[in-house]
């Protein structure tokens, strides 16, 4: 059971599968909100501002990728996708989308829960083993006790897992932090081998901090280990 009652939005057009889910995450003591197309589950997310999105990509009105990226626009609010579809291709273009993890269907109630439950947590535990307050590389300044990152003092708009990997390789500047590490420390142990998840927020990460994101000066690859952040 949780023990604050998030409030979870789930966008499905699977009426049966909508009425599961709905009743079992009501269950574990979430507040469910629900959409069976994407302009609802928009409309939903900007009005009630929940705390958690699980959205199907396959939706009428407007698909699950568009809401997610419309989403990104007005909220760093953490993102399940889910989809039918098993290939690399297809979770790429959720990723990069502005999601946070992806479930493929059909899928166990019992590893959905799991997800949904990582990423909650996630979104509030990243950065309470900071031993300094903040760390600054040239015009890139990470506040570890704010949970924040800025550019020339100015805000940039990071979704929790952006945060979490920017942080991470910041408490690690100018040493090699390797893909597996990462991704267990950002993710969670079991996603050590799901690398396509790295490289999409990773791209999305120096779209947001990099003066020019083709020729990275901050967050930098070692090809075939991992990446480092430029002290």
Partial sequence: MSTKKHTILVAEDNP?????????LERRGYR????SDGATALKLAEAQKPDLLVLDIMMPVMDGIEVCRRVREFSAVPIIMLTAKDAVEDKVVGLGSGADDYLTKPYEL???FA???AQLRRANEYTRDAVQPS???GSLTVDFAQHQASIDGRPINLTPTEYRILAHLARNAGRVVTQPDL???VWGPEYKD?????RVNIARLRQKVEPDPSHPRYILTRPGIGYTLAK
Avoid: G, I
Wanted: glycine share 0%; net charge neutral; proline share 0%.
């Fill in 16 to 24: 049966k599968q909508l009425k599961l889910v709905h009743f079992n």
């Fill in 32 to 35: 469910v909100l629900t959409a």
């Fill in 110 to 112: 019992d590893e959905f």
């Fill in 115 to 117: 997800r949904v439950e």
């Fill in 135 to 137: 760390f600054t590389t």
């Fill in 183 to 185: 991704l267990s420390k």
């Fill in 194 to 198: 799901e690398a396509h998840l790295l």
